[in-house]
């Protein structure tokens, strides 16, 4: 029997038996021999995966940049993890709360590169980078740079700062085509004067899925004696990636996006030597004010949900790294290049490869936004999201691992019929 048949008879054979975790270690023995370039492609080998998952038969999932919600056996592990501290009760919270806490952010740093020291898990992007700008000590005429294309409502926490302490916002616009990373590296430094303290990059840019090149934005900016805060809500376990070798000064994430842990789980790195200056905005237990933990003071919150971060990074590794980053770009190449030279259809998200993975937008020039998005539901049964502004205008198009290329073939048959309507 060659590799492939035994594959073919051997799939699906232990699923029933086992925890979904083993039944994926059990696929990655079987494929062994089987190069990750070609397994992208394998359906089949998709097909297992997506079993750990329960997906609503009403409607295609094409939505999962809000959050990625978790598979099955990270919502088992979740379910114990809020029964064992209900019975535990208070005495959980007295003697291992702290401890454990600490081994998530251990294997959170293993998996990101850094040391624990530099990292803290906080309940998401919001919380993360926020505690960056109201962290610091901000005089007037102070000025901050980001993009046009940032995530609202962190511009709205700079916003507030200007209102409260005077500091001016610098705003860019990223094209959705970009040549080079020079040509963005080039917008940001366009936009630096003697006043700046601080610029907010997106690794991925939530609208359109476009990858920004962090280290070229680092080192310029660095040149110039300006931190950089990094906006990584969509790129930890989606982009395989080390956080150290970015050379940024402060990274957040929400780990309920691409980690998918359960809802209210984020992470925030520090560079060790920039945590002392950072005000924390809750006031700590920890006195030690070059203790990052300082920043890590949200009072009493639910525990459990730290606790699900190590069973969602045990998916997450089993299933690999290199692997998902591989197939969720394949996935977005697969329907975005069948469309990409149609007349009256616009893909809002660059053709270079290195510059997208997962996500990526599309408009249909006749159809505005929010009709569009509306329609790919109410008629196809494809949920997505309406982007009108910022530069974009199109829907946000974001399959998962459990998404199938026949799925995607149903969204490019819609996208070809409206766009000919
Ligand atoms: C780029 C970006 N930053 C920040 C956030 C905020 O994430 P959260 O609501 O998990 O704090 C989002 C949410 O979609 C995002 O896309």
């Not at 083993?22 to 089987?34: A, K, M, P, S, V």
């Not at 919600?69 to 003697?95: A, C, K, Q, W």
């Not at 990274?251 to 309920?256: F, N, P, Q």
Request: proline share 4%.
């Amino acid at each position: 029997m060659n590799k492939r048949t035994f594959i073919k008879n051997s799939v699906g054979a232990t699923l029933a038996l086992q925890p979904f975790i083993r039944h994926l270690e059990y696929l990655n023995n079987l494929y062994i021999d089987i190069s990750n370039n070609e397994l992208i492609r394998d359906e089949r080998f998709w097909a297992e995966v997506r079993k750990g998952y329960k997906l609503k038969p009403d409607y295609i999932n094409l939505e999962n940049g809000y959050y990625c919600f978790t598979p099955e056996s990270t919502l088992e592990h979740f379910i114990d993890h809020v029964r064992h501290v209900n019975f535990e009760g208070s005495r959980y919270m007295r003697t291992v709360q702290e401890e454990n806490k600490k081994k998530a952010t251990l294997r959170l740093a293993d998996m990101l590169g850094c040391g624990t020291d530099e990292l803290i898990i906080t309940r998401n992007t919001t919380e993360s980078l926020d505690t960056i700008i109201n962290g610091i000590e901000w005089k007037p005429g102070d000025e901050a740079v980001m993009a046009e294309q940032d995530y609202g409502s962190i511009v709205g926490q700079f916003k507030l700062m200007a209102a409260k302490f005077g500091i001016i916002n610098k705003i860019i616009s990223v094209p959705n085509h970009p040549e080079t990373d020079e040509e963005i590296v080039r917008l940001y430094e366009a936009a630096i004067t003697p006043a700046t303290k601080l610029i907010m990059v997106c690794h991925m840019i939530n609208i359109t899925g476009q990858i920004l090149p962090i280290k070229k934005i680092c080192e310029m900016a660095h040149s110039k004696g300006v931190e950089v805060m990094v906006d990584g809500a969509h790129a930890i376990a989606h982009i395989d990636f080390n956080i150290k070798a970015l050379d940024c000064d402060y990274y957040g994430a929400s780990l309920h996006k691409w980690l998918s842990t359960p809802l209210g789980a984020g992470m925030l790195f520090i560079k060790k030597e920039k945590v002392k200056k950072l005000w924390p905005t809750f006031a700590p237990w920890h006195d030690d004010p070059s203790d990052i933990r300082k920043l890590n003071h949200t009072g009493t919150h639910p525990v459990h949900t730290d606790l699900a971060i190590q069973d969602a990074i045990d998916f997450y590794l089993t299933l690999g790294k290199e692997r998902k980053e591989a197939r969720l770009r394949y996935l977005q190449r697969y329907w975005s290049d069948q469309v990409r030279n149609v007349s009256g259809i616009v893909i809002n998200t660059p053709e270079d490869p290195h510059r997208s993975c997962g996500i990526a937008n599309v408009g249909i020039e006749k159809i505005a936004p929010g009709p569009m998005a509306k329609i790919l539901f109410e008629k196809y049964k494809i949920w997505t999201v309406a982007i009108d502004g910022q530069g974009v205008r199109g829907c946000r198009i974001t399959p998962n691992v459990y998404t199938s290329t026949k799925e995607l073939d149903i969204f490019i048959q819609a996208l070809l019929e409206l766009n000919r309507k």
